[in-house]
């Protein structure tokens, strides 16, 4: 069974910095990529960030220059590195795995931006 398990998230001013961890547990069958999405209080919920399974990187023209995803292999773990966050940065944000069968969420971390 697999799960993603997000950490990092809370309250910080802008121009601050919050580092995002997601862990997957198990095994995802043809992974294709993971990422994270963010989901704005009474908005849909957006594509923020993905990373391949080769390393090619995609980022929402918001966050460009300002947000970074990496992963570790090894330890199965993605990251979202987000430095000179806003206000408007403020959402929930979902870990997302990507696999050839089947496709995860975790449960969400909330990132608060106060101004």
């Known amino acids: 069974q697999v799960q993603l398990v997000e950490s990092g998230g809370g309250l910080v001013q802008a121009g601050g910095s919050l580092r995002l961890s997601c862990a997957a547990s198990?095994?995802?069958?043809?992974?294709?990529?993971m990422g994270w999405y963010r989901q704005p209080p009474g908005k849909q919920r957006e594509l923020v960030a993905r990373?391949?399974?080769?390393?090619?990187?995609n980022y929402a023209d918001s966050v460009k220059g300002r947000f970074t995803i990496s992963r570790d292999g090894a330890k199965k773990t993605v990251y979202l590195q987000m430095n000179s966050l806003k206000p408007e940065d403020t959402a929930v944000y979902y870990c997302y795995a990507d696999g050839t069968l089947y496709d995860y969420w975790g449960q969400g971390t909330q990132v608060t931006v106060s101004s």
């Open positions: 990373i391949t399974s080769v390393g090619s990187t």
């Open positions: 198990g095994t995802i069958f043809g992974l294709n990529y």
